[in-house]
């Protein structure tokens, strides 16, 4: 059984910083794409970035481009997000995937190119 477990969210002021973490139990991720995506309340699920499965590119949302950087370490089955300069409208429970498919049909900004999905973990920033 394949289980995503994200850490590191918390309550944090407009230009800090948080480092999500996705630990993957259950099979290996190293030749799977890896994702973070987003949702606040009242609001759909919203990519937010990723990266492909050789780990040659990553690709991000507009709204976080050159603040946020998603990463892996294949060695510990894991994903992070590293988020600087935090906006209140970063607000969101943010949530790991993993994406089995192969690269053509995988679409980085599409949930349904994910195939296991984590239970969220919160951010919350403050003006």
């Known amino acids: 059984q394949v289980q995503l477990r994200e850490s590191g969210g918390g309550l944090v002021q407009t230009g800090g910083s948080l480092r999500l973490s996705c630990a993957i139990s259950g099979r290996t991720i190293s030749n799977s794409a890896v994702g973070w995506f987003?949702?606040?309340?009242?609001?759909?699920?919203?990519?937010?970035a990723a990266?492909?499965?050789?780990?040659?590119?990553?690709?991000?949302?507009?709204?976080?481009?050159?603040?946020?950087?998603?990463?892996?370490?294949?060695a510990k089955n894991m994903e992070f997000l590293q988020m600087n300069s935090l906006k209140p409208e970063d607000t969101a429970a943010y949530y790991c995937a993993v994406g089995l498919r192969g690269d053509s049909f995988w679409y980085p900004k599409t949930s349904a190119s994910y195939d296991y999905w984590g239970q969220g973990t919160q951010v919350t920033v403050s003006s």
């Open 38 to 48: 987003r949702q606040a309340p009242g609001q759909e699920r919203e990519f937010v």
């Open 51 to 74: 990266i492909r499965r050789n780990g040659a590119s990553t690709y991000y949302s507009d709204f976080v481009k050159g603040r946020f950087t998603i990463s892996r370490d294949n």
